[in-house]
């Protein structure tokens, strides 16, 4: 069964009370999102595997810990997920990215792939799947179903803020999937928005609308 985590750093909630706010424009919204994506991955990445290596210090030889080489990718859920992909990459430059297009349909909220490209050797990569917004959790039950479809088999899911009723949802649907979470709000309005949230994700990171 695949774990929810939800961040209680006090500087991710400092800098999600400043993402939430109506008053923060474009630009600063988009650089708190990375920086709270940076520290999200630092501990999504927590359990990356390790492999011994030798290495000579200026004072000596040791056996020192290296990433083990496994693959990693990040999946950004378009378009919003993309606020968050270089945040990852950071860390872990040398991650592949693998995009999926997703909308919600705005009469029935369900999801609806456009768009999907993926890197090679799917079944061996660690997955990052990124999305700042965990709403009726439609997509990304989607995307994840998308890449299990493919091949993929372990896939983590981060976002910066969820819904319960999201969150119920996607664990129901991806039970082997960690779900990491920088705040657990308080429920969904009738158009599928999180309450209190942060608006739409896109329109705020892309300036849209
Ligand atoms: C937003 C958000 C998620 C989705 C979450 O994207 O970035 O992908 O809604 O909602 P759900 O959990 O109810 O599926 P949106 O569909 O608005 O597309 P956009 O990123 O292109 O604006
Ligand atoms: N998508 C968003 O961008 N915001 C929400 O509150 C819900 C879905």
Excluded: W
């Amino acid at each position: 069964m695949g774990k929810v985590h939800v961040f209680d750093h006090p500087l991710i909630q400092h800098k999600l009370s400043y993402i939430r706010d109506v008053n923060t424009g474009t630009k600063e919204f988009r650089e708190l999102v990375d920086e709270v994506g940076m520290l999200m991955a630092y501990e999504v990445s927590r359990d990356l595997e390790l492999q011994d290596v030798t290495i000579d210090t200026p004072v000596t030889t040791m056996t020192a810990k290296r990433l083990s080489g496994k693959k990693v990718a990040v999946v950004p859920i378009l378009r919003a997920g993309l606020g968050m992909t270089d945040s990852v990459l950071k860390l872990i430059p040398a991650a592949r990215v693998g995009h999926i297009g997703l909308y919600r349909d705005p009469e029935t909220l369900q999801p609806v792939e456009y768009f999907a490209k993926l890197p090679q050797d799917i079944e061996e990569r660690d997955f990052i799947v990124v999305d700042p917004m965990l709403a009726t959790g439609g997509s990304a039950i989607e995307a994840i179903h998308s890449l299990k479809k493919r091949g993929a088999t372990k896939i983590r899911f981060m976002c910066l803020i969820a819904a319960p009723e999201g969150v119920k949802l996607l664990e129901e649907a991806h039970p082997d999937v960690d779900i990491y979470i920088a705040a657990l709000d308080e429920k969904l309005n009738d158009h599928g928005y999180i309450v209190p949230g942060l608006g739409d994700a896109g329109d705020r990171l892309f300036g849209t609308k």
